[in-house]
Nanobody, 125 residues
């Protein structure tokens, strides 16, 4: 499964940005999806996740209330709406997929089978 993340860029603090993660895989609708991010010099961290049909979401405390994850299974696309961006949100953002039946927590990075190439988000103060 190939995942293509896009939508990153340079914005100012307080701005909004929407990331997309597209795949041509017909099996997209069976995958749970996650967004992870890696800031310079830091480990990759979980930002948020969504189950296969979109009715369950999970957010890291650092993004809760500002970020919204969603998906369109008809378009095989995952989204991340990021509002009220802060300089500490600066990172490379990765989308990831795993089988929807996985019992492991959404934030478990090792439970994801497929990863996109990442898109850079830079928030200036």
């Amino acid at each position: 499964v190939q995942l293509q993340a896009s939508g990153g860029g340079l914005v100012q603090a307080g701005d909004s940005l929407r990331l997309s993660c597209a795949t041509s895989a017909e099996t997209f609708k069976y995958y749970a999806m996650g967004w992870f991010r890696q800031a310079p010099g830091k480990e990759r961290d979980f930002a948020c996740g969504i189950n296969w049909d979109g009715d369950i979401t999970n957010y890291a405390e650092s993004v809760k209330g500002r970020f919204t994850i969603s998906r369109d299974n008809a378009k095989n696309t995952l989204y991340l709406q990021m509002n009220s961006l802060k300089p500490e949100d600066t990172a490379v953002y990765y989308c990831a997929a795993r089988w929807g039946t996985s019992p492991r927590p959404m934030g478990d990075m090792n439970s994801y089978d497929f990863w996109g190439q990442g898109t850079q988000v830079t928030v200036s103060s």
